[in-house]
């Protein structure tokens, strides 16, 4: 109950509010090993699933059958919420077990009685749907880029903002080639082609841009 207080879910409601909505529907607690298949790609998606312990990864397998990372998600963070409801509610992404997992099912029928009784949850599911659309709008134009530059470019502009300045990347050389769907080493000497074309100064993880016009040409290429 204290990490579903958490949940964007139930923003708003305490410890027993939480408790005393969930006495009001069912729900499933279930575990899974790392590696484990959660959901895989065109499975319907019948429950809302919340996670309460460990790590997930979403992915997508391209044509040459290349695992791309779409993003890692953490407690207490739901997993397709986007996708519950509508017509084609297909799961978009393979969603695998990055460790020990504990994750809460919810019912799609269960979602809508909640809706139903509380007029937070039914706000917060809404601002939950409208957000979830708007970072897919935005990992669809990032993956649009065919060049590893285009990709490198497209992330340091986004972080760095409208301000030129020294950047600490959060993520390793090897998980920014996990999320380009790219190689290590190809990811490497990109950074260092660009770092050499004095585009960027990279030392390590800290990224700094020195020339945002050259950089923003990387976008079109």
Known sequence: MEILTKCP????????GVSQLLEEIPYQVKKYEKGNMIAQSGDECRS???????SVKGEMIDYSGKAIKIEDIEPPKPLAIAFLFGENNECPVNIVANNAVEILHLPKKSVIELMQISSLVLKNMMNIIS??????????????????????????????????GEMILSK?????????GVTRPSLGRALRDLHNENIIEAKGKSIKILNRD???????K
């Open 131 to 164: 957000s979830k659309t708007q970072f897919l709008s935005d990992k669809i134009r990032f993956l649009s880029f065919q060049t590893i530059r285009g990709k490198i470019a497209h992330y340091l502009l986004q972080l760095s903002g409208p301000v030129d």
């Open 48 to 54: 809302l699933m919340i996670m309460l312990k460990g």
């Open 214 to 220: 050259q950089l923003i040409k990387q976008l079109k």
């Open 172 to 180: 390793s050389q090897e998980e920014l080639a996990n999320m380009f």
């Open 9 to 16: 879910l139930f923003k708003g409601i305490d410890y027993k």
